[in-house]
Structures are given as structure tokens and as C-alpha cells.
């Protein structure tokens, strides 16, 4: 084809899914720019999907409260009695106002701002003034989306959710020595990128293997450094040493990838070794916040679970994670949230700006690189062009994006 000539593909309709050659190729324009496609990714994926709300160290106490946001709905995420965590549609049963109103919150129970409909954090309709005495309160609760808790980490589904069982099975079975639900906010970043949702998700998932595009994360990781230079001595030197560390009885990795027949699901889960000497993903390799859970020392390795679009990563000392949530066609919400062991105090046991060093750079370099990836695909001459060798889980999470979007 003349590369001058317009590829009729790079706009065409959003019905227009591409074929067989999904996973060679990259997705044509209107998978990043169309406001079609924008709110059908929200409700065949996002709403139909156990996505990450957050982490139960959001919401210590009983009576604390979160929202969540997506798209047009709202969330409100809970601790209730005996420690119950719910996730209530942020919509009054009255007429309609949001009930709860700031990001985060305390409350014995929420109270709607415009004519004080009264909810328990289950949802229960407790009060509603000026209602006649028959007045039927059960039937007016708050609409309840699906909620688990895994490892500490909030999942939430509006629709009819995905069997979470393989789901809870492999991420407790990659966390287990971590104790991940007994950690606690350390620090938090929010960015908000110019670009659809997609091309950041892209960009994580070759993380490890951008040429040059990470350099922190080849500084810390031999696999993304081998990766990144593409030379064999490097490479052979990695295999050895991942060979090595998965020998060990104690390094077993844990390696899960896992799409339900009617392709409802989609996550991966697993562990890794860091580079030779390094004791957790820091600059010098060294442990920089107390270990988490039993550990007495640091096995090498950690722990990475992608569901969806977002990002866990657990260390030996800390964790990071990545929520992705879509705004809007071209823009896209990242929420960086990194946490440390409960009992860890901040100046005494870690410093916030170490801690966050290697993500915040990884979250940087996406923000930029997807934000002008953006701008070539919004040009008129964009044609998706093929996935490398190296780019094949993108390829994969492309088939599985177009099945899922039919
Ligand atoms: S809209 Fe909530 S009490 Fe009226």
C-alpha cells in the first residue's frame, strides 16, 4: 500500500472489529479515539469485569469509605460491621442525587445531602423523612455492585461476575508469604493522562521489553535489561539465573494465566526473580522498608498480577498498585498507590521518595510515551502496524480485547 494513502481501516466504524490479523497488529484509530467504542470498552469490559477498587488499608476502620468512579457510575466503597466490605451504587433510591459526595470519608452511616435518605453501610435503608408510615424501606436500599476481597485487594463487578475462584486461587497462591491485607497506605500519586486507556495498558505490558524505554526498570531488572539490549550473553546470563532461582525449593515461581471459555476473565499472575544481589525493585538492590509478612529475608523475587488494567506488584518490603480507569476517549486516570507493612513508620523505617522511586518513573515514561502515541494515532496517516516478536503479549491482549468488545 502507498503509506501516503489513507488507510480506510485506520478510521472506520467502531462495528468495524478487525479480523484474523488481530494479533499481528496493532488496533486502527477508532479503538483509541471513538466515543462508541469508549463506552462499550466501559460496559463490556470495565462493568462486566472484576476490576481492582483499591486495598482494604484505604478503609481501616469500621464506618471509612471510599469512592470509585467509572465512567458515569460511582461506587462507594465500605467497611461495615465485623469488618464487611461493600461496594454500593453511589445513587440515592429517592430521587437520584449521589449520596456521598467526598473522595474519601467517615460515617456511621451515609446520609443523601439533598433530602437525607439514611443508609447503612450495607446499603439499608435506615430513614427517610417525610415518607408515609407504610413506606416500604426494604425494597430501597442502595443497589449493591458484586464485591470480593482477595489478599487485601478490593474487586468490585456492577454485571454479573466472572467466576472469581481461579481469580482468589492464584493471587493468594502469589502472595501468600507477603501477607498482602495486612499492609498500609505508604504513599499515593494520581496522573491523568492524555490517552486512551488502551495505549497505557499497552505500554505496561511491555515493560519489560521496550528498547530503551525504561531505563530504571532494566538498572533494576536483568530481565528487562536483557530485553532492552537484545544481546545473547546478557540473555544466556538471565536464563541462568532465573533457572537458578526457580531451582530453589523455596523460589518457586508461580506462573498463571487464565481466560474463561467465554472469554469473561482475563488475568495474569506471577513471580519473578529481580537481578542477581538485589533484595527488592530499589535503586541499589537493597531493602528499603521492613519485610512483609513472616519473611526473614528476601528470596530475590516478586510478585506481578495484571487483572484487567490494573497492575499488583508485591516486593519482599513494599508494594505498588496500578489502577487504570478510562475518563474519557483520550484520557485515562493512573492511580499509583504504594504500600508498606502495617506496623512500618514513615522516617524511621522507609523514606516515601525511595520507596517510590522505581515506579514513579515507570508511571512517568508511560504517561509520556502513551500521551504521544496518542498523537501519532490521531493523525491522519496512522496505519497499525505489526507487533514484534517480543511485543506477543500484546498481540494476545489484543485478540482477547476484540473477542471480549464482539
Ligand atoms: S435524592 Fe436523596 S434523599 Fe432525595
Known amino acids: 500500500m502507498n503509506p501516503a494513502r489513507r488507510d480506510p481501516d485506520a478510521t472506520s466504524a467502531p462495528a468495524a472489529l478487525?479480523?484474523?490479523?488481530?494479533?499481528?497488529?496493532?488496533l486502527p484509530r477508532a479503538f483509541f479515539v471513538d466515543p462508541d467504542i469508549?463506552?462499550?470498552d466501559l460496559e463490556r469490559l470495565f462493568l462486566g469485569h472484576w476490576i481492582v477498587a483499591g486495598h482494604v488499608a484505604s478503609i481501616p476502620r469500621q464506618g471509612d469509605y471510599f469512592l470509585y468512579d467509572l465512567g458515569v457510575e460511582s461506587f462507594v466503597i465500605s467497611r461495615g460491621e465485623r469488618d464487611a466490605v461493600h461496594a454500593c451504587v453511589n445513587v440515592c433510591r429517592h430521587r437520584g442525587s449521589r449520596v456521598a459526595i467526598e473522595e474519601y470519608g467517615h460515617c456511621r452511616e451515609l446520609v443523601c445531602p439533598m433530602h437525607a435518605w439514611t443508609y447503612a453501610q450495607d446499603g439499608k435503608l435506615v430513614a427517610a423523612p417525610n415518607m408515609p408510615p407504610?413506606?416500604?424501606?426494604?425494597?430501597?436500599?442502595l443497589l449493591r455492585a458484586h464485591v470480593e476481597v482477595v489478599s487485601g485487594v478490593i474487586f468490585l463487578c456492577l454485571d454479573a461476575p466472572p467466576d472469581v475462584a481461579?481469580?482468589?486461587r492464584d493471587i493468594e497462591a502469589a502472595l501468600a508469604q507477603y501477607d498482602f491485607a495486612h499492609t498500609r497506605i505508604a504513599y499515593h500519586r494520581r496522573y491523568l493522562c492524555p490517552a486512551n486507556w488502551k495505549l497505557i495498558q499497552q505500554c505496561f505490558l511491555e515493560l519489560h521489553a521496550s528498547v530503551g524505554s525504561f531505563p530504571e526498570m532494566c538498572r533494576v531488572m536483568l530481565k528487562s535489561e536483557t530485553a532492552a539490549t537484545g544481546?545473547?550473553?546478557?540473555?544466556?546470563?538471565?536464563?541462568?539465573?532465573?533457572?537458578a532461582w526457580q531451582r530453589d525449593a523455596n523460589r518457586q515461581p508461580i506462573a498463571a494465566s487464565h481466560t474463561t471459555a467465554d472469554r469473561a476473565l482475563d488475568y495474569t499472575c506471577r513471580r519473578e526473580p529481580i537481578r542477581p544481589g538485589f533484595a527488592t525493585q530499589s535503586e541499589t538492590g537493597a531493602a528499603i522498608a521492613p519485610l512483609l509478612g513472616s519473611q526473614t529475608a528476601s528470596d530475590g523475587g516478586f510478585a506481578v498480577i495484571r487483572v484487567l488494567a490494573s497492575w499488583i506488584v508485591v516486593c519482599a518490603d513494599y508494594a505498588v498498585i496500578v489502577r487504570l480507569t478510562p475518563l474519557e476517549p483520550q484520557v485515562t486516570e493512573i492511580d499509583v498507590t504504594w504500600l508498606v507493612r502495617t506496623s512500618a513508620v514513615e522516617g524511621a523505617d522507609y523514606d516515601a521518595p525511595r520507596l517510590s522511586w522505581l515506579w514513579r518513573a515507570n508511571v512517568e515514561r508511560v504517561l509520556k510515551l502513551a500521551s504521544d502515541n496518542q498523537l501519532g494515532v490521531n493523525a491522519t496517516r496512522y496505519l497499525?502496524?505489526?507487533f514484534a516478536a517480543d511485543e506477543a503479549e500484546i498481540g494476545t491482549w489484543v485478540a482477547w480485547y476484540l473477542a471480549r468488545l464482539a
Do not use: M
Not at 546470563?237 to 532465573?242: G, I, M, N, R
Open 134 to 141: 407504610d413506606f416500604d424501606r426494604d425494597s430501597l436500599g
Open 166 to 168: 481461579p481469580l482468589r
Open 231 to 243: 544481546d545473547p550473553s546478557l540473555h544466556r546470563k538471565y536464563e541462568a539465573f532465573a533457572a
Open 38 to 40: 469508549h463506552r462499550r
Open 384 to 386: 497499525p502496524g505489526p
Open 18 to 26: 478487525p479480523a484474523a490479523s488481530a494479533t499481528s497488529h496493532n
